[in-house]
């Protein structure tokens, strides 16, 4: 089809009249077609929105929910996937060619463009999406609008304070510092943005050299003249992915290139967010093992409404990790009392800490972490209080599985005496595995290398991981093998780009994309992370000090990055999907029953994740990239 009959289509289309042929040819140049076969799936429900919407073009396409006679057969000229652009939640329908079908791919920013534009297209747009809900579901859904939709013009903070490009930076330094404001947009004499002016920039472009500056006033010299600005109607996720993707802290609304207010990314965590404190009231609540078990058992539905907030699961799972977090503490002390009332004995009185080890500490947890713990004891600890404490690791291991932290397999939990040492023999412990690395060695330390304190002497900790961080450092060749180890495992793609599943057994036709995609971003991102003695924990946090270090490259940030956010989005919503259905979560995935979207996207971080590891073994092996 051609860009002529696209535009020949939508002129007859009634959304589009009133648009002028010009923005027409515009949209259609920024636009994708799409050849699908019958059978294809365009989205599954529950899948991550695909920044866009579809338009079908030829062929048929069936829409279907969960709801009684919830299903809608579109024809030509239809749009799909119009909820979830609103709402910026998960497909709430599965979408289907009936036949063979050619689609066109609007990218959202066109709509929005569009929106702010022209109302009257705007207006149709939000009619068809409730006529499209109250189809689907059989009842009024006018309210969706206000519910769900979380636009920056809702939020943001107006009127903006501008300042003209011919002000000096003095002079708006001055504006700033009087109004008690972190920001300013600069505009030009017509009023046009021209960029905008934060405390960020005068600290690192004014001062960076300020005699020179102070020769050189002029604002336009220290202003960011790329700023993300965006519609009013813009949704509050999409500005916080630009602005993530720009690495901007405040992105500025515009009405026909005019500034008409503010928001920034604190503004936009807190409000998408806002709700993460009520989850965890509960937990601060509960009274016993079994409230504690409940807990746990629905977290699924935080995560659920989360992603349901957010696209980037990477700002999702530190908020689950914590939740596990505050489970774990509070059972703790729940077993704590337990303890004193069969023993006399209040641990809590002993100095000692609980170290978590691996996705918990990373604050990378999803729904299905296991019991990677161990104590720290004090060098001066007496044996009757160590004999006290690892009686106590038996009760509070037995708890922590009976709530749904399962026995780690491995072994590394408290009630296992190598992982339950004093400051001192932790110390020889890991200084034997790092100077003589077996097998054992090189698998624990891929969990017990990333540790924080659970509760108890936080001083212990630390030592144990600068301890950690001097030894890797003059002990580089420990980290190549680690990294080898990595090496003889097999990414899940074949030269030919098909998926690599298990062939047999309980998961056949799956793939565990935890041990196949994601511990290899972990583990060569700590590599690194280790070996230049950074104290972070995170991956996506290490990754972005590693590339201000330069130590890695911008373009394999911003590859490895997005090959994370797929991996960890499929692996969330397929846990999600588990929990719903009363399964046990797991890390196994079939690829096949994934939309031919969210295929390809895997395909593509398979290949970066390979390329990553690669760079990593050349990296530590001492060969050039």
């Known amino acids: ?86 709402a910026k939640s998960r497909y709430t329908v599965t979408a289907k060619c009936v036949d063979d079908s050619t689609l066109i791919f609007f990218p959202e920013v066109c709509i929005y463009k569009l929106m702010s534009d022209y109302e009257d ?29 979380k636009s920056v013009g809702t939020y943001m903070t107006s009127p903006v304070m501008k300042v003209n490009c011919s002000t000096t930076i003095v002079d708006a330094c001055q504006v700033m510092s009087n109004h008690r404001i972190g920001s300013l947009v600069a505009v030009d004499d017509r009023n046009k943005i021209a960029g905008i002016l934060t405390s960020k920039n005068v600290i690192h472009k004014f001062f960076n050299n300020f005699e020179e500056s102070l020769n050189r006033p002029e604002l336009e010299r220290y202003v ?23 690495n ?23 409000i998408l967010f806002s709700d993460s404190s009520i989850y965890a009231t509960s937990i601060d609540e509960a009274e016993s093992v079994d409230d504690l078990r409940e807990n746990f058992r629905s977290l699924y539905r935080t995560a659920e409404s989360l992603m349901n907030s957010s696209k980037m699961t990477s700002e999702i799972l530190p908020i689950i990790s914590s939740m596990h977090i505050n489970i774990m503490k509070k059972l703790y002390d729940v077993t704590a009392e337990q303890f004193l009332e069969k023993t006399g004995k209040d641990i809590r009185t002993i100095k000692h800490a609980i170290i978590v080890m691996g996705s918990a500490a990373r604050k990378e947890a999803m729904l299905d972490p ?23 690791a038996v009760h509070f291991s037995d708890n922590l599985d009976y709530v749904g932290y399962e026995y780690c397999k491995g072994g590394i939990m408290v009630t296992n005496e190598e992982m339950a040492n004093t400051l001192s023999e932790w110390k020889e412990l890991i200084g034997d595995w790092i100077d003589n690395p077996g097998e054992k060695g090189i698998r624990w330390s891929s969990i017990i290398f990333d540790l924080t304190t659970l509760v108890g002497e936080d001083r212990l900790v630390w030592e144990l991981r600068q301890f950690i961080l001097d030894k890797i450092s003059k002990k580089p060749a420990f980290l190549l093998q680690m990294l ?29 994309l935890k041990r196949a995609a994601l511990s290899f971003i972990v583990d060569v991102t700590r590599a690194f992370s280790l070996f230049k003695g950074q104290q972070d924990l995170n991956t996506i946090e290490r990754m972005e000090h590693l590339a201000r270090a330069h130590v890695l490259s911008e373009e394999t940030h911003d590859n490895i990055q997005n090959a994370y956010e797929v991996v960890t989005d499929i692996l969330l919503s397929n846990q999600i999907e588990m929990a719903k259905e009363g399964k046990q979560p797991d890390k196994f995935v079939d690829p096949h029953k994934l939309s031919l979207y969210n295929q390809e996207k895997l395909k593509n971080a398979l290949s970066q994740i390979s390329k990553f590891l690669s760079t990593g073994l050349r990296y530590f092996s001492g060969s050039p990239f």
């Open 1 to 86: 089809m051609l860009n002529k009959e696209i535009i020949d289509l939508l002129q007859n289309f009634f959304l589009f009249r009133g648009v002028d042929l010009e923005r027409l040819e515009m949209v259609t140049g920024n636009s994708q077609l799409i050849a699908l076969e019958s059978g294809d799936v365009i989205f599954h429900k529950n899948e991550a929105y695909q920044k866009g919407l579809y338009m079908l073009a030829e062929g048929k396409v069936s829409l279907a929910a969960d709801y009684e006679h919830g299903e809608v057969t579109l024809s030509p000229g239809d749009f799909i996937g119009l909820s979830t652009f609103l």
């Open 121 to 149: 297209f705007k207006e149709k747009l939000q009619q068809l999406i409730i006529d499209r809900l109250n189809n689907l579901s059989g009842h009024k859904t006018d309210s969706i609008l206000h519910s769900t939709y």
């Open 224 to 246: 960011n003249d790329d700023p993300v600005a965006v519609p009013p109607e813009f949704p509050l996720v999409s500005t916080l992915h630009e602005m993530r993707k720009k």
């Open 248 to 270: 901007q802290d405040y992105a500025v609304a515009v009405k026909n290139d005019e500034p008409i207010g503010i928001i920034s990314s604190k503004d936009i965590l807190r």
């Open 370 to 392: 296991d019991q990677d713990n161990g104590y720290v004891f004090p060098d001066s600890i007496s044996e009757e209080d160590r004999a006290s404490l690892n009686e106590f």
């Open 484 to 512: 080898q180890s990595d090496a003889g495992l097999k990414i899940p793609r074949s030269i030919f780009g098909k998926f690599i599943v298990e062939k047999e057994g309980e998961h056949k036709g799956m793939i565990n």
